[in-house]
């Protein structure tokens, strides 16, 4: 009994020490996540991105960016580092390049060339004959550790979300495993990069934020509007901003969109001068819970992963004006196509990004 009892002590000690101080990749930062809106008001609960339609990506995962060349031809990256080209109706599916890493966003500049943000390269240029270069990988003699998302002004400067200079998904583990620790450490590292290829030369626009996402260029191509995916936001960010740490006021970096629904991916220009947002999850609330309570959020890391406070799966998509208004919301609550991340419009169609599905989803645009 004695010896029975012992070692049920031991064994204690052992799990409560394990728990407690057994080492994880993160050093969290407290915050103070706001309530929840929930699904009401504009963000009113609907079907309206139910039944979606899907073209076969032929074995590939991931269409996590959905763009429409001057070619007339859609590219769309996958997972395995490939990028697909097809036309619009689906056909015609190929490999247009494999760069071997994971790109998560592209576009194309005035030349045809797309300029591709590799999570585990860095920022690369693939011409029409379909070779592939790297334009910048570092910024201040810093390395950039996780390129995500791309927009090409029209003088051909190239702007850059870095989610995270904590955590590189080269080393990290992945995309995904990368993006979790930033978001659950909180410590803000995420900022906005300017490259310019005329002169080979990186800037850091803006810092601060909470694992910088998508990005989009206002018409006037004098701001950037940033997803701030840690703390469910959008920012319009000056593109005259210098080095700017935007929890620092300034007039140079204002919240447009605040305490979102979920968490907001890629960002996408539409049409009729509207931007589309995506939401890879909804909220959590264990997550908001956790915001400030930094100890309890690296306790919940040391669980096995079937444990932690994964978000359920729930399709989300809306559209907002550059004055913030939003003016379209569509919603799946079923979740039948995974992590929606954003939507590309087309003359006659809507087609939706995704972190994980295997196959791109589609629908017809309904008539106004």
């Not at 052992?14 to 994880?24: E, G, K, L, M, T």
């Not at 690369?124 to 790297?134: A, E, G, Q, V």
């Not at 605040?258 to 049409?271: E, I, S, T």
């Not at 989803?361 to 106004?368: E, L, R, T």
Request: proline share 6%.
């Amino acid at each position: 009994m004695k010896v029975s009892t012992s070692l049920l002590i031991a064994a204690t000690f052992c799990i409560s020490a394990y728990f407690c101080f057994w080492p994880v990749p993160i050093e969290p930062v407290s915050w103070k996540a706001p309530s929840a809106p929930g699904y009401t008001g504009v963000h009113a609960r609907n079907e309206r991105l139910s039944g979606l339609q899907f073209i076969s990506l032929e074995g590939e995962e991931g269409p996590e960016h959905v763009a429409l060349s001057s070619d007339g031809m859609l590219y769309t990256a996958v997972a395995s580092g490939k990028i697909l080209r097809m036309s619009p109706d689906g056909n015609a599916l190929e490999v247009f390049a494999n760069t071997g890493g994971r790109v998560l966003g592209f576009d194309f500049d005035a030349a045809g060339n797309l300029i591709a943000a590799d999570a585990m390269r860095g920022v690369l240029k693939i011409t029409p004959d379909r070779k592939i270069s790297m334009l910048v990988d570092h910024v201040d003699d810093d390395l950039i550790r996780y390129p995500n998302s791309i927009a090409v002004a029209r003088n051909g400067k190239i702007y850059i979300t870095d989610s995270s200079i904590r955590f590189a998904p080269s080393q990290a583990g992945g995309t995904f495993e990368a993006s979790l620790l930033d978001i659950v450490e909180q410590s803000a590292s995420g900022r906005v990069l300017e490259y310019d290829p005329i002169n080979n030369q990186a800037r850091i626009v803006a810092k601060g934020l909470s694992f910088a996402n998508g990005i989009a260029l206002s018409h006037d191509e004098q701001s950037l509007f940033v997803n701030e995916t840690g703390r469910y936001r959008v920012w319009k960010i000056a593109i005259a901003a210098e080095n700017l740490d935007v929890t620092l006021n300034s007039a140079q970096a204002i919240i447009l969109l605040d305490n979102l629904p979920g968490y907001p991916d890629n960002l996408m220009r539409g049409q009729d001068g509207k931007i589309w947002l995506g939401f890879a999850k909804p909220r959590n609330s264990i997550i908001d819970f956790m915001s400030d309570k930094p100890f309890l959020r690296k306790l919940v890391l040391r669980f096995p992963r079937v444990f932690w406070p994964i978000p359920e799966a729930y399709g989300h998509v809306i559209a907002f004006t550059e004055n913030g208004n939003i003016v379209s919301d569509m919603q799946d609550p079923s979740g039948q196509y995974p992590e929606t991340t954003a939507l590309t419009e087309i003359s006659d169609r809507f087609f939706i990004q995704s972190l994980h599905a295997n196959n791109l989803g589609w629908m017809n645009k309904p008539s106004d």
